[in-house]
Protein backbone atom coordinates (compact mmCIF):
# COMPACT_ATOMS: atom_id res chain seq x y z
CA UNK A 1 0.00 0.00 0.00
CA UNK A 2 1.59 3.27 -0.89
CA UNK A 3 1.86 5.80 1.96
CA UNK A 4 -0.62 8.42 1.68
CA UNK A 5 1.96 10.90 3.60
CA UNK A 6 4.50 10.75 0.57
CA UNK A 7 4.19 14.62 0.91
CA UNK A 8 5.04 14.99 4.42
CA UNK A 9 7.21 11.74 5.45
CA UNK A 10 10.59 13.86 3.77
CA UNK A 11 9.90 17.04 5.88
CA UNK A 12 12.38 17.22 7.94
CA UNK A 13 11.69 20.11 9.96
CA UNK A 14 7.97 19.46 9.69
CA UNK A 15 8.31 15.65 10.94
CA UNK A 16 10.47 16.71 14.05
CA UNK A 17 7.76 19.22 15.23
CA UNK A 18 4.73 16.71 14.76
CA UNK A 19 6.77 14.04 16.37
CA UNK A 20 6.90 16.81 19.56
CA UNK A 21 3.10 17.76 19.61
CA UNK A 22 2.51 13.53 18.89
CA UNK A 23 4.39 12.95 22.20
CA UNK A 24 2.99 15.71 24.31
CA UNK A 25 -0.93 14.21 22.98
CA UNK A 26 0.01 11.07 23.40
CA UNK A 27 0.75 11.58 27.05
CA UNK A 28 -2.60 13.56 27.73
CA UNK A 29 -4.70 11.08 25.85
CA UNK A 30 -3.24 8.42 28.29
CA UNK A 31 -1.60 6.53 25.63
CA UNK A 32 0.73 5.23 28.50
CA UNK A 33 2.88 2.58 29.80
CA UNK A 34 5.27 2.12 33.32
CA UNK A 35 8.80 1.79 32.65
CA UNK A 36 10.80 -1.14 32.19
CA UNK A 37 13.50 0.82 34.99
CA UNK A 38 10.41 0.49 37.25
CA UNK A 39 7.57 -1.52 36.51
CA UNK A 40 5.55 -1.73 39.13
CA UNK A 41 5.48 1.81 39.84
CA UNK A 42 3.43 4.28 38.91
CA UNK A 43 5.45 7.43 39.85
CA UNK A 44 7.65 7.43 36.45
CA UNK A 45 5.23 6.38 33.45
CA UNK A 46 6.25 7.55 29.65
CA UNK A 47 3.96 7.15 26.79
CA UNK A 48 3.59 3.34 25.27
CA UNK A 49 5.39 3.71 21.71
CA UNK A 50 3.39 4.37 18.52
CA UNK A 51 3.30 5.14 15.16
CA UNK A 52 4.09 9.33 14.22
CA UNK A 53 1.68 8.53 11.33
CA UNK A 54 -1.52 6.40 10.91
CA UNK A 55 -1.01 3.53 8.60
CA UNK A 56 -2.81 3.23 5.61
CA UNK A 57 -5.52 0.17 5.62
CA UNK A 58 -7.45 -0.95 2.85
CA UNK A 59 -10.73 -0.27 3.71
CA UNK A 60 -12.75 -3.34 2.13
CA UNK A 61 -10.20 -5.63 3.88
CA UNK A 62 -10.85 -4.07 6.82
CA UNK A 63 -14.41 -4.28 6.68
CA UNK A 64 -14.07 -8.20 5.85
CA UNK A 65 -12.11 -8.57 9.03
CA UNK A 66 -14.98 -7.19 11.22
CA UNK A 67 -17.49 -9.08 9.22
CA UNK A 68 -15.67 -12.40 9.80
CA UNK A 69 -15.49 -11.72 13.80
CA UNK A 70 -18.39 -13.36 15.16
CA UNK A 71 -18.28 -16.00 12.74
CA UNK A 72 -14.79 -16.57 15.13
CA UNK A 73 -16.20 -16.34 18.38
CA UNK A 74 -18.87 -19.18 17.54
CA UNK A 75 -16.05 -21.32 16.38
CA UNK A 76 -13.41 -20.35 19.52
CA UNK A 77 -17.01 -20.97 21.28
CA UNK A 78 -17.54 -24.22 19.19
CA UNK A 79 -14.65 -25.75 19.83
CA UNK A 80 -14.24 -25.11 23.26
CA UNK A 81 -17.10 -27.51 24.15
CA UNK A 82 -15.75 -30.19 21.77
CA UNK A 83 -13.91 -32.39 24.15
CA UNK A 84 -13.32 -34.85 21.47
CA UNK A 85 -11.72 -32.45 19.05
CA UNK A 86 -9.48 -31.20 21.27
CA UNK A 87 -8.40 -34.30 22.11
CA UNK A 88 -7.44 -35.81 18.79
CA UNK A 89 -6.39 -32.22 18.03
CA UNK A 90 -4.09 -31.49 20.75
CA UNK A 91 -2.92 -35.52 21.29
CA UNK A 92 0.79 -35.12 19.67
CA UNK A 93 1.10 -31.75 20.85
CA UNK A 94 0.80 -33.02 24.09
CA UNK A 95 2.87 -35.57 24.15
CA UNK A 96 6.07 -32.87 23.10
CA UNK A 97 4.53 -29.95 24.43
CA UNK A 98 4.58 -29.95 28.49
CA UNK A 99 2.92 -26.79 28.93
CA UNK A 100 0.02 -27.89 26.50
CA UNK A 101 0.25 -31.26 28.60
CA UNK A 102 -0.18 -29.47 31.76
CA UNK A 103 -3.25 -27.36 30.46
CA UNK A 104 -4.79 -30.10 28.93
CA UNK A 105 -4.85 -32.29 32.19
CA UNK A 106 -6.54 -29.41 33.86
CA UNK A 107 -8.95 -28.93 31.18
CA UNK A 108 -10.01 -33.05 31.45
CA UNK A 109 -9.70 -32.88 35.51
CA UNK A 110 -12.39 -30.41 35.66
CA UNK A 111 -14.88 -32.02 32.65
CA UNK A 112 -14.73 -35.46 34.89
CA UNK A 113 -15.54 -33.51 38.14
CA UNK A 114 -18.75 -32.12 36.28
CA UNK A 115 -18.65 -28.37 34.88
CA UNK A 116 -19.35 -26.07 38.41
CA UNK A 117 -19.47 -22.77 35.53
CA UNK A 118 -22.47 -22.28 33.67
CA UNK A 119 -22.21 -19.03 32.28
CA UNK A 120 -19.12 -18.65 29.82
CA UNK A 121 -17.38 -15.45 28.36
CA UNK A 122 -15.04 -14.99 25.31
CA UNK A 123 -12.94 -12.14 24.91
CA UNK A 124 -10.51 -12.92 21.94
CA UNK A 125 -8.76 -11.29 18.84
CA UNK A 126 -7.98 -12.28 15.75
CA UNK A 127 -4.71 -10.50 14.24
CA UNK A 128 -4.27 -10.24 10.11
CA UNK A 129 -2.11 -9.06 8.10
CA UNK A 130 -2.17 -7.84 4.49
CA UNK A 131 -0.67 -10.68 2.36
CA UNK A 132 0.07 -8.52 -0.91
CA UNK A 133 -0.22 -11.18 -3.78
CA UNK A 134 1.60 -11.77 -6.98
CA UNK A 135 -0.63 -9.48 -8.53
CA UNK A 136 0.12 -6.55 -5.93
CA UNK A 137 -3.70 -7.30 -4.48
CA UNK A 138 -3.48 -7.68 -0.73
CA UNK A 139 -5.71 -10.07 1.05
CA UNK A 140 -6.29 -10.77 4.73
CA UNK A 141 -4.56 -13.40 6.62
CA UNK A 142 -5.05 -14.74 10.06
CA UNK A 143 -2.13 -14.54 11.60
CA UNK A 144 -3.64 -16.17 14.98
CA UNK A 145 -6.53 -15.70 17.00
CA UNK A 146 -5.76 -14.82 20.93
CA UNK A 147 -7.93 -16.01 23.11
CA UNK A 148 -6.12 -15.18 26.65
CA UNK A 149 -4.96 -12.16 27.62
CA UNK A 150 -5.51 -10.49 23.90
CA UNK A 151 -4.48 -6.60 25.16
CA UNK A 152 -4.22 -3.08 23.84
CA UNK A 153 -8.44 -2.54 23.88
CA UNK A 154 -7.79 0.39 26.25
CA UNK A 155 -4.54 1.97 24.62
CA UNK A 156 -5.84 1.67 21.41
CA UNK A 157 -8.82 3.68 21.87
CA UNK A 158 -6.85 6.96 22.58
CA UNK A 159 -4.06 6.48 19.53
CA UNK A 160 -7.26 8.15 17.10
CA UNK A 161 -7.11 11.49 18.91
CA UNK A 162 -3.21 11.38 18.45
CA UNK A 163 -2.82 10.65 15.17
CA UNK A 164 -5.48 13.48 14.09
CA UNK A 165 -3.56 15.70 16.49
CA UNK A 166 -0.73 14.83 14.01
CA UNK A 167 -2.09 15.30 10.51
CA UNK A 168 -3.80 18.40 11.88
CA UNK A 169 -0.41 19.83 12.44
CA UNK A 170 1.02 18.80 8.89
CA UNK A 171 -2.26 20.85 7.32
CA UNK A 172 -4.35 17.80 6.75
CA UNK A 173 -7.56 18.39 8.97
CA UNK A 174 -9.53 16.96 5.92
CA UNK A 175 -7.80 13.30 6.54
CA UNK A 176 -7.42 14.14 10.42
CA UNK A 177 -11.43 13.83 10.27
CA UNK A 178 -11.48 10.51 8.60
CA UNK A 179 -10.35 8.79 11.60
CA UNK A 180 -12.46 6.08 12.89
CA UNK A 181 -13.76 5.78 16.73
CA UNK A 182 -12.33 2.95 18.12
CA UNK A 183 -13.29 1.96 22.44
CA UNK A 184 -12.48 -2.07 22.22
CA UNK A 185 -12.34 -1.40 26.09
CA UNK A 186 -16.27 -0.06 26.54
CA UNK A 187 -16.79 -3.47 24.65
CA UNK A 188 -14.99 -5.95 26.58
CA UNK A 189 -16.35 -4.07 29.85
CA UNK A 190 -19.59 -4.83 28.60
CA UNK A 191 -19.25 -8.54 28.23
CA UNK A 192 -17.56 -8.63 31.21
CA UNK A 193 -20.37 -6.59 33.20
CA UNK A 194 -22.55 -9.22 31.44
CA UNK A 195 -21.45 -12.17 32.81
CA UNK A 196 -21.50 -10.24 35.96
CA UNK A 197 -24.53 -9.92 35.77
CA UNK A 198 -25.98 -13.95 34.36
CA UNK A 199 -23.24 -14.73 37.57
CA UNK A 200 -26.06 -13.37 39.63
CA UNK A 201 -24.53 -12.31 42.92
CA UNK A 202 -24.54 -8.10 43.42
CA UNK A 203 -22.13 -8.44 46.07
CA UNK A 204 -19.66 -10.85 43.80
CA UNK A 205 -16.73 -8.95 42.28
CA UNK A 206 -14.60 -9.17 38.78
CA UNK A 207 -11.34 -10.09 39.90
CA UNK A 208 -8.43 -8.67 37.11
CA UNK A 209 -5.74 -11.72 37.47
CA UNK A 210 -2.31 -10.05 36.97
CA UNK A 211 1.09 -10.77 36.20
CA UNK A 212 3.95 -10.01 39.00
CA UNK A 213 5.29 -7.02 36.30
CA UNK A 214 2.46 -4.61 35.06
CA UNK A 215 4.08 -2.72 33.05
CA UNK A 216 1.13 -2.48 30.85
CA UNK A 217 -1.53 -1.34 33.34
CA UNK A 218 -2.93 1.30 32.17
CA UNK A 219 -4.45 -0.76 29.45
CA UNK A 220 -5.93 -2.78 31.82
CA UNK A 221 -7.13 0.39 33.85
CA UNK A 222 -9.29 1.78 31.03
CA UNK A 223 -11.91 -1.66 31.15
CA UNK A 224 -11.57 -1.55 35.24
CA UNK A 225 -13.08 1.86 34.94
CA UNK A 226 -15.67 1.00 32.47
CA UNK A 227 -16.66 -1.56 35.11
CA UNK A 228 -16.73 0.76 37.94
CA UNK A 229 -18.39 3.55 36.18
CA UNK A 230 -21.62 0.51 36.08
CA UNK A 231 -20.78 0.04 39.60
CA UNK A 232 -19.00 -3.19 39.17
CA UNK A 233 -15.99 -3.97 41.76
CA UNK A 234 -12.99 -4.95 40.23
CA UNK A 235 -9.90 -6.41 42.38
CA UNK A 236 -6.47 -7.02 40.98
CA UNK A 237 -4.96 -10.30 42.02
CA UNK A 238 -1.72 -12.41 41.59
CA UNK A 239 -1.77 -16.39 41.04
CA UNK A 240 0.01 -16.06 44.21
CA UNK A 241 -2.64 -14.21 45.90
CA UNK A 242 -5.33 -16.62 44.66
CA UNK A 243 -2.97 -19.95 45.95
CA UNK A 244 -2.68 -18.38 49.64
CA UNK A 245 -6.07 -16.67 50.10
CA UNK A 246 -8.11 -18.84 47.80
CA UNK A 247 -11.02 -20.90 48.39
CA UNK A 248 -14.41 -22.95 46.96
CA UNK A 249 -17.20 -23.17 49.17
CA UNK A 250 -19.64 -26.39 48.79
CA UNK A 251 -20.92 -24.64 45.86
CA UNK A 252 -17.78 -24.29 44.12
CA UNK A 253 -18.13 -20.59 44.81
CA UNK A 254 -14.73 -18.69 44.47
CA UNK A 255 -13.71 -16.59 47.14
CA UNK A 256 -10.41 -14.67 47.09
CA UNK A 257 -9.67 -12.52 50.26
CA UNK A 258 -12.66 -12.94 51.32
CA UNK A 259 -14.82 -11.04 48.57
CA UNK A 260 -16.78 -13.84 46.33
CA UNK A 261 -15.70 -13.62 43.13
CA UNK A 262 -18.21 -13.70 39.51
CA UNK A 263 -15.81 -13.29 36.83
CA UNK A 264 -12.15 -14.03 36.95
CA UNK A 265 -10.66 -11.89 33.72
CA UNK A 266 -7.03 -13.53 32.92
CA UNK A 267 -4.16 -10.90 32.13
CA UNK A 268 -1.72 -13.60 33.08
CA UNK A 269 -1.24 -17.28 32.72
CA UNK A 270 -1.08 -17.71 29.13
CA UNK A 271 3.14 -19.05 29.09
CA UNK A 272 4.91 -21.12 31.03
CA UNK A 273 7.25 -18.51 32.92
CA UNK A 274 3.48 -17.37 34.40
CA UNK A 275 3.71 -20.80 36.33
CA UNK A 276 5.24 -22.09 39.19
CA UNK A 277 3.95 -25.27 41.06
CA UNK A 278 1.67 -22.92 43.19
CA UNK A 279 0.70 -21.12 40.43
CA UNK A 280 -0.79 -24.17 38.40
CA UNK A 281 -1.97 -25.34 41.79
CA UNK A 282 -3.79 -21.49 41.82
CA UNK A 283 -5.20 -22.64 38.35
CA UNK A 284 -6.64 -25.43 39.14
CA UNK A 285 -8.54 -23.87 41.59
CA UNK A 286 -10.16 -21.12 39.81
CA UNK A 287 -11.18 -23.69 36.96
CA UNK A 288 -12.95 -25.79 39.31
CA UNK A 289 -14.91 -22.60 40.52
CA UNK A 290 -18.44 -21.64 39.52
CA UNK A 291 -16.79 -17.86 38.52
CA UNK A 292 -16.97 -17.38 35.29
CA UNK A 293 -13.74 -17.61 33.87
CA UNK A 294 -12.44 -15.63 30.68
CA UNK A 295 -11.35 -17.60 29.67
CA UNK A 296 -11.92 -21.25 30.80
CA UNK A 297 -9.45 -23.36 30.05
CA UNK A 298 -11.01 -25.01 27.06
CA UNK A 299 -10.96 -21.87 25.37
CA UNK A 300 -7.29 -21.33 25.95
CA UNK A 301 -6.29 -24.33 24.77
CA UNK A 302 -8.61 -23.53 21.37
CA UNK A 303 -6.50 -20.99 20.88
CA UNK A 304 -3.35 -22.86 20.04
CA UNK A 305 -1.33 -22.93 17.17
CA UNK A 306 -2.03 -26.57 16.63
CA UNK A 307 -5.59 -26.13 16.91
CA UNK A 308 -5.11 -23.28 14.64
CA UNK A 309 -3.80 -25.76 11.60
CA UNK A 310 -6.43 -28.17 12.28
CA UNK A 311 -8.81 -25.73 11.72
CA UNK A 312 -7.33 -25.25 8.32
CA UNK A 313 -7.66 -29.22 6.99
CA UNK A 314 -10.54 -29.74 4.92
CA UNK A 315 -13.93 -30.33 6.28
CA UNK A 316 -13.07 -29.20 9.52
CA UNK A 317 -14.92 -26.37 9.69
CA UNK A 318 -17.76 -27.74 8.56
CA UNK A 319 -17.63 -30.49 11.50
CA UNK A 320 -17.35 -27.28 13.94
CA UNK A 321 -20.09 -24.99 12.70
CA UNK A 322 -22.75 -27.31 10.47
CA UNK A 323 -24.82 -25.78 8.95
CA UNK A 324 -23.56 -22.44 9.02
CA UNK A 325 -21.80 -22.75 5.28
CA UNK A 326 -21.55 -18.74 5.17
CA UNK A 327 -19.45 -18.68 8.11
CA UNK A 328 -17.78 -21.44 7.56
CA UNK A 329 -16.43 -19.49 3.84
CA UNK A 330 -15.87 -16.09 5.43
CA UNK A 331 -13.85 -17.79 7.92
CA UNK A 332 -11.43 -20.01 5.70
CA UNK A 333 -11.21 -17.31 3.32
CA UNK A 334 -9.13 -15.55 5.98
CA UNK A 335 -7.09 -18.68 6.04
CA UNK A 336 -3.20 -18.71 5.12
CA UNK A 337 -1.43 -22.27 4.46
CA UNK A 338 -1.10 -24.31 7.77
CA UNK A 339 0.78 -27.57 8.24
CA UNK A 340 0.57 -30.48 10.34
CA UNK A 341 4.80 -31.67 11.23
CA UNK A 342 3.33 -34.61 13.26
CA UNK A 343 5.07 -37.77 12.55
CA UNK A 344 4.48 -39.37 9.48
CA UNK A 345 4.46 -39.18 5.47
CA UNK A 346 2.61 -35.69 5.65
CA UNK A 347 4.57 -34.27 7.94
CA UNK A 348 8.29 -35.68 6.71
CA UNK A 349 7.36 -33.82 3.29
CA UNK A 350 6.31 -30.57 4.23
CA UNK A 351 9.28 -30.43 7.06
CA UNK A 352 11.71 -31.64 3.54
CA UNK A 353 10.41 -28.63 1.72
CA UNK A 354 10.18 -25.78 4.23
CA UNK A 355 14.31 -26.45 4.93
CA UNK A 356 14.62 -26.23 0.95
CA UNK A 357 12.70 -23.43 1.11
CA UNK A 358 12.58 -21.75 4.44
CA UNK A 359 12.02 -18.46 3.55
CA UNK A 360 8.16 -19.84 2.45
CA UNK A 361 7.44 -20.19 5.53
CA UNK A 362 7.27 -19.49 9.80
CA UNK A 363 8.03 -22.04 11.75
CA UNK A 364 5.58 -21.83 15.11
CA UNK A 365 5.80 -23.76 18.69
CA UNK A 366 3.09 -23.35 20.83
CA UNK A 367 3.58 -20.09 22.82
CA UNK A 368 2.18 -17.01 22.86
CA UNK A 369 3.37 -13.35 23.83
CA UNK A 370 5.59 -13.23 20.58
CA UNK A 371 9.33 -13.40 20.20
CA UNK A 372 9.20 -17.33 19.31
CA UNK A 373 8.32 -18.31 16.01
CA UNK A 374 11.66 -18.99 13.64
CA UNK A 375 12.16 -17.61 10.41
CA UNK A 376 14.82 -18.27 7.34
CA UNK A 377 17.84 -19.61 8.05
CA UNK A 378 16.96 -20.54 11.50
CA UNK A 379 13.67 -22.44 10.93
CA UNK A 380 16.06 -24.27 8.70
CA UNK A 381 18.64 -25.42 11.49
CA UNK A 382 15.99 -26.22 14.12
CA UNK A 383 13.50 -28.33 11.26
CA UNK A 384 16.61 -30.29 10.29
CA UNK A 385 17.57 -30.75 13.99
CA UNK A 386 14.64 -31.96 15.04
CA UNK A 387 12.97 -33.49 11.67
CA UNK A 388 12.93 -37.05 12.51
CA UNK A 389 12.15 -36.85 16.03
CA UNK A 390 8.87 -36.46 17.87
CA UNK A 391 9.50 -32.65 19.06
CA UNK A 392 8.59 -32.11 16.04
CA UNK A 393 5.27 -32.38 16.70
CA UNK A 394 5.19 -29.38 19.54
CA UNK A 395 5.40 -26.99 15.81
CA UNK A 396 3.50 -25.69 13.20
CA UNK A 397 4.36 -24.73 9.86
CA UNK A 398 2.60 -21.60 8.28
CA UNK A 399 3.01 -20.35 4.44
CA UNK A 400 4.70 -16.30 5.73
CA UNK A 401 2.72 -13.59 4.54
CA UNK A 402 4.27 -10.87 2.83
CA UNK A 403 2.59 -7.35 3.39
CA UNK A 404 3.73 -4.14 1.15
CA UNK A 405 5.91 -1.90 3.87
CA UNK A 406 5.33 1.69 3.75
CA UNK A 407 7.45 3.98 5.15
CA UNK A 408 6.43 5.92 8.96
CA UNK A 409 7.87 6.69 11.88
CA UNK A 410 8.12 4.38 15.06
CA UNK A 411 8.24 7.01 18.09
CA UNK A 412 10.11 5.43 21.36
CA UNK A 413 10.89 7.03 24.50
CA UNK A 414 14.85 7.99 24.31
CA UNK A 415 14.72 6.42 20.85
CA UNK A 416 16.25 8.73 17.70
CA UNK A 417 13.61 9.74 15.02
CA UNK A 418 14.09 8.03 12.23
CA UNK A 419 12.50 6.90 9.01
CA UNK A 420 11.82 2.78 8.74
CA UNK A 421 9.78 0.70 6.45
CA UNK A 422 7.02 -0.71 8.15
CA UNK A 423 4.51 -3.40 7.32
CA UNK A 424 1.11 -3.34 10.00
CA UNK A 425 -1.10 -6.07 11.67
CA UNK A 426 -4.85 -5.62 12.08
CA UNK A 427 -6.50 -7.27 15.36
CA UNK A 428 -10.23 -7.32 16.06
CA UNK A 429 -11.84 -8.00 19.54
CA UNK A 430 -14.31 -10.14 19.80
CA UNK A 431 -16.49 -10.33 22.95
CA UNK A 432 -19.44 -12.77 23.32
CA UNK A 433 -21.88 -14.29 26.34
CA UNK A 434 -23.39 -17.67 26.70
CA UNK A 435 -25.01 -19.43 29.34
CA UNK A 436 -26.01 -22.36 28.98
CA UNK A 437 -26.52 -23.70 25.31
CA UNK A 438 -27.65 -19.88 24.39
CA UNK A 439 -25.70 -17.24 23.10
CA UNK A 440 -26.44 -14.14 24.46
CA UNK A 441 -23.99 -11.83 23.35
CA UNK A 442 -21.91 -12.04 20.04
CA UNK A 443 -20.00 -9.11 19.33
CA UNK A 444 -16.93 -7.40 17.51
CA UNK A 445 -15.80 -4.81 20.25
CA UNK A 446 -13.16 -2.55 18.07
CA UNK A 447 -10.01 -3.00 16.22
CA UNK A 448 -6.13 -2.73 16.73
CA UNK A 449 -3.62 -1.63 14.74
CA UNK A 450 0.12 -2.36 15.83
CA UNK A 451 2.87 -1.83 13.04
CA UNK A 452 6.40 -2.84 13.10
CA UNK A 453 10.11 -2.03 11.28
CA UNK A 454 10.24 -5.09 8.74
CA UNK A 455 13.85 -5.72 9.86
CA UNK A 456 11.80 -7.02 13.11
CA UNK A 457 10.17 -10.88 12.30
CA UNK A 458 8.63 -11.40 15.32
CA UNK A 459 7.21 -9.77 18.00
CA UNK A 460 4.38 -7.79 19.57
CA UNK A 461 4.26 -4.66 21.56
CA UNK A 462 5.32 -5.83 25.11
CA UNK A 463 7.94 -7.39 23.65
CA UNK A 464 9.00 -4.04 22.49
CA UNK A 465 9.07 -4.55 18.79
CA UNK A 466 5.79 -3.16 17.26
CA UNK A 467 4.13 0.10 18.18
CA UNK A 468 0.79 1.07 18.27
CA UNK A 469 -1.12 2.62 15.08
CA UNK A 470 -4.53 3.89 14.28
CA UNK A 471 -5.74 2.78 10.79
CA UNK A 472 -6.38 5.12 7.58
CA UNK A 473 -9.38 3.74 5.86
CA UNK A 474 -7.91 3.98 2.03
P1 LIG B 1 2.30 -14.94 19.28
O1 LIG B 1 1.31 -15.83 19.90
O2 LIG B 1 3.66 -15.08 19.84
O3 LIG B 1 1.81 -13.52 19.20
P2 LIG B 1 1.94 -14.98 16.40
O4 LIG B 1 1.44 -16.13 15.63
O5 LIG B 1 1.01 -13.84 16.55
O6 LIG B 1 2.45 -15.52 17.80
O7 LIG B 1 3.30 -14.47 15.74
C1 LIG B 1 4.03 -13.41 16.28
C2 LIG B 1 4.39 -12.42 15.20
O8 LIG B 1 5.12 -13.08 14.17
C3 LIG B 1 3.19 -11.79 14.52
O9 LIG B 1 2.75 -10.65 15.22
C4 LIG B 1 3.75 -11.47 13.15
O10 LIG B 1 4.45 -10.26 13.19
C5 LIG B 1 4.74 -12.59 12.90
N1 LIG B 1 4.11 -13.69 12.14
C6 LIG B 1 3.43 -14.72 12.64
N2 LIG B 1 2.97 -15.53 11.68
C7 LIG B 1 3.38 -15.00 10.51
C8 LIG B 1 3.21 -15.37 9.14
N3 LIG B 1 2.55 -16.47 8.80
N4 LIG B 1 3.79 -14.57 8.21
C9 LIG B 1 4.47 -13.47 8.56
N5 LIG B 1 4.66 -13.07 9.82
C10 LIG B 1 4.11 -13.82 10.80
MG1 LIG C 1 0.35 -12.73 18.05
Not at 366 to 376: F, T
Amino acid sequence: MAAPWEDVLRDEPAIREAAAVAVDAALLEGVLMRTEGQPNASDVVNYAPFTLLPSAVPSALFEQAYAVQQDFNLLVDAISQNKEFLESTLASTIKADDFTARLFRIHMQVLEEGLAQSVFLGINRSDYMFDCGVDGTPALKQIEINTIAASFGGLTSRTAAVHGQVLKVLGKSKEASRLLPNNPSKGLALGIAKAWELYGSQSAVVMFLVEEVQRNIFDQRCVENELWNRNIRVIRKRFRDVFEKGSLDDAKRLYVDGQEVAVVYYREGYVPKNYDQQNWEARLLLERSRAVKCPDIATQLAGTKKVQQELSRPGTLERLLPGRAEAVARIRATFAGLYSLDMGEEGDKIAATAIADPDRFVLKPQREGGGNNLYGEELRQVLEKIRDSPERTSYILMDKIKPQPAMNYLLRAHSPLQASECISELGIFGVYVRQGKEMVMNKAAGHLLRTKAIEHADGGVAAGVAVLDTPYLV
